[in-house]
C-alpha cells in the first residue's frame, strides 16, 4: 500500500467536518488507505511495535524476510507515525461528542455477543495479512489465559474475551469508520494533550490545542472529577463500553473499566491524567494493570481450540450478557 502523501493528510484534514453526520451514517472522507501495520501500537520503545489486536510482530514472517530489517523498520515507524498524526488531528471533542450521540443510540443492529465475535472473525482477518491466526483466537487466548491464572473471577475471562468488539466500527454495517476512529492509543479530550501520548507534537494541528477551552490541564473537567465525565477519544474501546452499558450488562465496574480504557496507554503504561480519576477508577485500574498482561500476550503458538471452549463462554455471556444485544 503507498503510503499517503502529505497533500492527502491535508485534504484530509480540510474534510474533516463533514466525517461523519449524526443522521445517516454515510462517512463523507476522503481516507489515507493505512496498511495493517497502521494498527500497531508504540509501546514504550518505538522498535517494539505491537499490533492492536495483542500480537507482538514476529522478528521474520514464514518465508523468513525479517522485519528488523532497517528499511522495513524505518518504513513500519513512518506508517504508525501518520497513523497517529492523523488521529491527533481529527479527535476533537467535538468529534467524540458526534461519534457518542451517533453511535450510543445503538440502532444500527440486533445481534448476540457471540455472533458479533464470528462477525470480527470474519472480517478482520480478511483485512490484516499479517495476523496468521483468527481474530477469535487472540480473544479466546486472552480469555483463556486470564482463567488460568484468576480462575474464580469469571467476569474478567468474558471481559478478555469482549474487549475488542467495538472493532466492528470498521465493518461497512457500521459505517466502516477510518483506523484512526477505531484503533490505536487513546487520550483525553477536552484538556490538555499529555506529551506522553505517542507522537504528541501532532496535536498541535488539533484545532482544539488552540481552544483556550480546551487546552488546559484540567479544560472541561475538574480534580478528581472521575473518568466517566472525561471524552476519550473515539475509538473501538469506547463503544464497546456503550454497547456493554446500554444493553444493562451485569459484569461488575472493573470489567467495564478495562473495555473503556484497554487502550488508554498514557494512563495504564505511564500513568498519565491521573489527576480526572476518582477513587473507583483507582480501584479499577488495578484490574486493568492485570488484564494489560494478558491483552499484550505475545503471539503464543498455543492455539485454542474453539468448539471445546465454547461451551464454557456461552454460559458467561448467558450469564452477563442474556439474548440479543443492541449495537
Ligand atoms: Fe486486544
Ligand atoms: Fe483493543
Known amino acids: 500500500?503507498?503510503?499517503?502523501?502529505?497533500?492527502?493528510?491535508?485534504?484530509?484534514?480540510?474534510?474533516?467536518?463533514?466525517?461523519?453526520s449524526p443522521f445517516k451514517m454515510t462517512i463523507i472522507i476522503e481516507q489515507p488507505q493505512f496498511d495493517a501495520a497502521a494498527?500497531?501500537?508504540?509501546?514504550?520503545?518505538?522498535?517494539?511495535?505491537?499490533?492492536?489486536?495483542?500480537?507482538?510482530?514476529?522478528?521474520?514472517?514464514?518465508?523468513?524476510?525479517?522485519?528488523?530489517d532497517y528499511d522495513a523498520e524505518s518504513e513500519r515507524k513512518k506508517t504508525v507515525e501518520e497513523f497517529y498524526s492523523v488521529n491527533h488531528i481529527n479527535q476533537t471533542y467535538e468529534f467524540v461528542q458526534r461519534m457518542r450521540d451517533a453511535y450510543g443510540r445503538l440502532d444500527k443492529t440486533e445481534m448476540s455477543i457471540w455472533e458479533c465475535i464470528e462477525l470480527l472473525n470474519e472480517f478482520i482477518d480478511d483485512?490484516?495479512?499479517?495476523?496468521?491466526?483468527?481474530?477469535?483466537?487472540?480473544?479466546?487466548?486472552?480469555?483463556?489465559?486470564?482463567?488460568?491464572?484468576?480462575?474464580?473471577?469469571?467476569?474478567?475471562h468474558l471481559t478478555g474475551l469482549i474487549h475488542d468488539l467495538g472493532k466492528v466500527l470498521l465493518h461497512p454495517s457500521f459505517g466502516e469508520l477510518p483506523q484512526w476512529a477505531v484503533v490505536g492509543d487513546t487520550f483525553p479530550v477536552g484538556c490538555a494533550f499529555d506529551e506522553c501520548n505517542v507522537h504528541s507534537k501532532y496535536f498541535?494541528?488539533?484545532?482544539?490545542?488552540?481552544?483556550?477551552?480546551?487546552?488546559?490541564?484540567?479544560?472541561?473537567?475538574?480534580?478528581?472529577?472521575?473518568?466517566?465525565?472525561?471524552?476519550?477519544?473515539?475509538?473501538?474501546?469506547?463503544?464497546?463500553?456503550?454497547?456493554?452499558?446500554?444493553n444493562k450488562t451485569t459484569l461488575p465496574s472493573a470489567g467495564l473499566f478495562i473495555i473503556r480504557y484497554h487502550s488508554f496507554y498514557p494512563l495504564h503504561k505511564h500513568g498519565a491524567y491521573t489527576h480526572l480519576m476518582n477513587e473507583e477508577d483507582k480501584e479499577n485500574l488495578k484490574w486493568l494493570h492485570v488484564f494489560n498482561k494478558y491483552d499484550l500476550y505475545s503471539k503464543s503458538s498455543i492455539r485454542i481450540d474453539v468448539e471445546e471452549v465454547k461451551p464454557y463462554y456461552m454460559s458467561l455471556i448467558d450469564k452477563y450478557f442474556p439474548g440479543k444485544l443492541r449495537w
Open 127 to 156: 483485512s490484516d495479512p499479517d495476523l496468521d491466526m483468527p481474530q477469535i483466537e487472540h480473544l479466546l487466548q486472552t480469555a483463556e489465559a486470564i482463567r488460568k491464572d484468576y480462575p474464580d473471577e469469571d467476569w474478567l
Open 1 to 20: 500500500t503507498p503510503l499517503p502523501s502529505s497533500q492527502t493528510l491535508l485534504r484530509c484534514r480540510e474534510l474533516r467536518s463533514a466525517i461523519v
Open 204 to 246: 498541535k494541528e488539533n484545532p482544539d490545542y488552540h481552544n483556550p477551552e480546551f487546552n488546559t490541564k484540567f479544560g472541561a473537567y475538574s480534580e478528581g472529577c472521575g473518568l466517566d465525565k472525561v471524552l476519550m477519544s473515539w475509538g473501538h474501546d469506547d463503544y464497546m463500553y456503550l454497547v456493554a452499558k446500554e
Open 39 to 68: 494498527e500497531r501500537k508504540v509501546a514504550g520503545d518505538p522498535a517494539e511495535l505491537v499490533l492492536d489486536g495483542g500480537f507482538t510482530v514476529p522478528d521474520s514472517n514464514a518465508f523468513g524476510h525479517t522485519f528488523r
